[in-house]
Structure formats: C-alpha cells, structure tokens
C-alpha cells in the first residue's frame, strides 16, 4: 500500500534559522513526488515535482531532493511569511492509477 | 489566468440533507480530481474524471457520494443524507493531462454538518 509519513509534525524556527522538513514514503513505482504549500483556509499550493533519485529543484530559499525512499524540503535563512504547513504527496504506478497520496504535513512557524 | 474555483466557499447543513459542492476546473484541463481534507491531516482522494468520465471512483467512501462532469469542464461532488462525519474540507484540482502531471488546486468548500 501506498504511504506518505512526514516529520517532524511541526516544526518552529527563528527568522534566519535554516532547517528540513522530510518526507518518507513507501510506493509502487514512483510516477512523481510532489510538494505543496498550504496556508490556513487556503487550498495545497503547487512548489515542485521530482521524478527520480538523485534530483533536486530549489525555488527562493527552499529546495527539495528526492532518494529512493524519502524526500527533503531544505529551508535556508526562513521569513516569517514562510510559515504554513508543508504537504508532501506521491503518485505511484499502483492501483489508485496515479491519484495523490498525501502526507499529513508539517506545520512550520518561523518566528520573527 | 484564472485558478482552479470552488463553490461555494462554506456550506452548513443538517444532517440528513443533501449538498452539492461545485468545481470550475482551470480552462483546458481534461484531469479533473476530489479530495477531501479534515482536520490536522492530508488531502484523502475521492474520484478522478478524464474527460466526462469517472476513471476511478474508488475513493468515494459509500454511495451517499456521487460526482458528476457532463460536459468535461465544470464538476458537482454530490452527497446525499449528510452525517456529522462527513464535514470536512472538499477539494477540487486539476490538470493538463495523465500519466504525471501536476494537480492545481482550487481553495476548498468548507462542509459542516450540524
């Protein structure tokens, strides 16, 4: 089965103070390996896909890699608008045909 | 151009009544999914349309859920005889196409059943 596990559940940080958040998941042939933002009252917004081991992709100060079993979203020097919760998502070749699995989140809270 | 669009923003009804909860997907996207979200946890799948067609349905928790995409754009998440369970947040995303492309999310409809 399909399975997303994040950690840490939250997670609080000073302005400045860089960290990673990780994703563990287990899947049956990995199609893709997504990241969203989510911000209160607010649907998941788009941050990146990563296909294959190996891979990384950075957007301003966060940049996300991907190994056979888990994934890290690195966040250097954070601001406090970066604080949201953090969803990590696979898409397997499994029998949900692709839909998302998501993980829980993690919840970040950079203070000033 | 525009995102993907929910309506409406809340709904509150009493239990036993039946919603319905609208998508407008973002224009020329044939991939159409429902997820539902509570409390503290992850988007859970429901159902994915291609096209007019519901190509999995298997996450649609009991037949009092049912969706709909006539024309292929525009998407209705139905749920009849409501129960307290099932308020949460409904999401709505699309995307270009299948195998691996990206989901666009729209804000959600928050339900409440009383």
């Known amino acids: 089965e399909d399975q997303v596990t994040q950690s840490p559940e939250a997670l609080r940080l000073q302005e400045g103070e860089s960290s990673s958040l990780n994703c563990s998941y287990t899947?049956?042939?990995?199609?893709?390996l997504f990241w969203y933002r989510q911000d209160p009252g607010k649907g998941p917004e788009f941050l990146f896909t990563?296909?294959?081991a190996g891979e990384e992709k950075e957007k301003e100060r966060l940049k996300a890699t991907l190994t056979k079993k888990e994934s890290f979203l690195h966040i250097t020097a954070p601001k406090p608008e970066d604080s949201a919760t953090y969803l990590c998502?696979?898409?397997?070749?499994?029998?949900?045909?692709?839909?998302?699995?998501f993980g829980k989140g993690t919840k970040l809270s950079v203070k000033p | 151009g525009a995102g993907v669009s929910q309506t409406p923003s809340n709904k509150v009804t009493e239990k036993g009544k039946y919603v319905e909860l609208r998508c407008d997907p973002i224009?020329?996207?044939?991939?159409l999914y429902w997820y539902r979200q509570s409390l503290g946890q992850g988007p859970e799948f429901l159902i994915y349309?291609?096209?007019?067609?519901?190509?999995?349905d298997s996450g649609l928790p009991n037949d009092r859920f049912f969706a709909v995409r006539p024309e292929g754009s525009v998407s209705t998440l139905k749920i009849q005889r409501t129960e307290r369970g099932d308020s949460a947040v409904y999401l709505c995303?699309?995307?270009?196409?299948?195998?691996?492309?990206?989901?666009?999310f729209g804000p959600g409809t928050r339900l409440l059943v009383l």
């Open positions: 990563l296909y294959s």
């Open positions: 995303a699309s995307s270009a196409d299948r195998p691996v492309e990206t989901q666009y």
């Open positions: 224009s020329g996207h044939t991939a």
């Open positions: 899947v049956s042939g990995l199609r893709g």
């Open positions: 998502a696979v898409q397997g070749y499994g029998g949900s045909q692709g839909n998302l699995i």
């Open positions: 349309f291609q096209g007019t067609g519901a190509a999995d």
